[in-house]
């Protein structure tokens, strides 16, 4: 059983629970239910043709006195892009944000400069981006593209970088990858080094968007600052393996939609690549030429603890989720973590706490 | 089905799923498998009779070539102390930790003074403390004890305090509640202000252990501070009802494990609390006499995103969990999110970030 072959969490769940079970095991493990979205026949149709999966829920948000809703549709993706985006335009998506370094394999594990580098463009203008920005304006649609970048301006250095588009075609601006991974077969930082654009957030049309790449979703700061800078939708984009991270994947993304009251987007590859080359996991195992398999399951997560179920684990698939964003401000003014985060105090702990002499408060009889 | 008479979570999975898929069920939401304990039969025949339920898990790790296995049992526990601990010592306990506010109802709702800040007591020396003292001793066990403490050396402030008693029987420290909710029924500081004591790590015969007290989970720097300080083990002593916080529960101590590379321990009361006097809830509802029933599932949770299955959701219970600490620095080891974790620059963008005229860094077009 164990493998890409098990779809998926949610199917298993709901073939074998009876209804009054299920919904109580949902109501703990994924919060308030979502309304499924009644998402055009022809989109499904192209699906089925293209072979993807395509799912659709909504997020909904109490009615306000002052403010509208502010519904965004926003869909998290594998690969095969431009097919897919067209049956996320029939969807009415808004906002769409593809797989980390999408046009590529994710080739870091094999620690060959050559030919992977090659895969390297301008986060301005390079032809992934030219090819993003007709997709935007075509559909009217922001498209966060992450690429491996090449920053030929500032000595040909590479990042691993996300570019944000707007829906009218321009580039809005890009945010790199701020934790890099040194485990098992990702270690990255042989090809990039950790970003130093800070914690941009976007403001877009649709509403305010940050991206946190891949490895951030396991620092809580990382969140944090986005948040802080006032993203009310937090983008994923990941690559990671079964092995690796499957327990804490329904976790990180989720407590991070949680303790910062927005959205997250958790967006991870499916299935196995094998390289030309036999390499090496740190993990005393024979060198072998593929290091197991991305197990997908991308799932969107709201401020109230709520989720979507997760993608497939083995399908290409296209998630769309219809936000109402109102949500983000309606969940802070219940709990309001930011109002009780005490961070004035946190940043004079760890201010101390980075120094090489700190003395950690340890308490002893 | 919905309320308190939903035994919990994994029964019901354990009912109703297929051997191959409850496995697969269980790798995904709740890591690698755990070993059940052997405890002693006199253990469960004095639970039974005093009505209490009682589980047992092993958290392992692997063998290393310079340090020994690091065992220690820690449990988890909600009411009727003393009939407990004696169970708990029957198990082997080596650190057991209270339930919040341990000696009294969670009458903060009321916004009443009197009755209950008569539960206000010396954490050094009053007669929980004393109390305390004597079951530690008796029983060789470091007791975590949480209670509303009375500060008379400052003025009679009162504090949402947990008292660290060494196995030896001294008070060891306290520490107290850094985070103070005002959220519904838990407007709690109308007792009580947020803690000044910071992040103390206690350094026991079995191992580093600190308290992060209820709504304090929702904060992931309060749990980085603990483990900055060196924290392997962190008490989450709560009191949340079902209504408020139940899908947010098996997320928040599980991520901070994770996040943290240690251990943490998730506790709740269990049962429904009836006052004298009615109350709102700052809701629009109608005043009442309760506000809810606190849902338990009380449970442990590992640094390589393993956990507990979680006590009842209605009946008192005795959680013990065998740990082996030299798990945290294996995790760390292999993910080491310390040392990826650029805190430096944490530190500057907090500090930036709580001025009054900080501006966010937002990208337009």
Known sequence: MAGAEWKSLEECLEKHLPLPDLQEVKRVLYGKELRKLDLPREAFEAASREDFELQGYAFEAAEEQLRRPRIVHVSALHRRIKAIVEVAAMCGVNIICFQEAWTMPFAFCTREKLPWTEFAESAEDGPTTRFCQKLAKNHDMVVVSPI???????????????????????????????HIPRVGDFNESTYYMEGNLGHPVFQTQFG???????????????????????????????ATIGALSESLW?????????????????????????????FTSGDGKKAHQDFGYFYGSSYVAAPDSSRTPGLSRSRDGLLVAKLDLNLCQQVNDVWNFKMTGRYEMYARELAEAVKSNYSPTIVKE
Do not use: Q
């Open 208 to 238: 305010r968007i940050a991206v946190n790449i891949c490895y951030g979703r396991h620092h809580p700061l990382n969140w944090l600052m986005y948040s802080i800078n006032g993203a009310e939708i937090i983008f994923n984009p990941s």
């Open 148 to 178: 491996l970048e090449r920053d030929s301006e500032h000595g040909d250095v590479l990042w691993n970088t996300a570019v944000v588009i707007s829906n009218s075609g321009a580039v809005l601006g890009k945010t790199r990858k701020n």
């Open 250 to 278: 329904p976790i990180e993304a989720r407590n991070a939609a949680i303790a910062n009251h927005c959205f997250t987007c958790a967006i991870n590859r499916v299935g196995t690549e094998h390289f030309p080359n036999e």
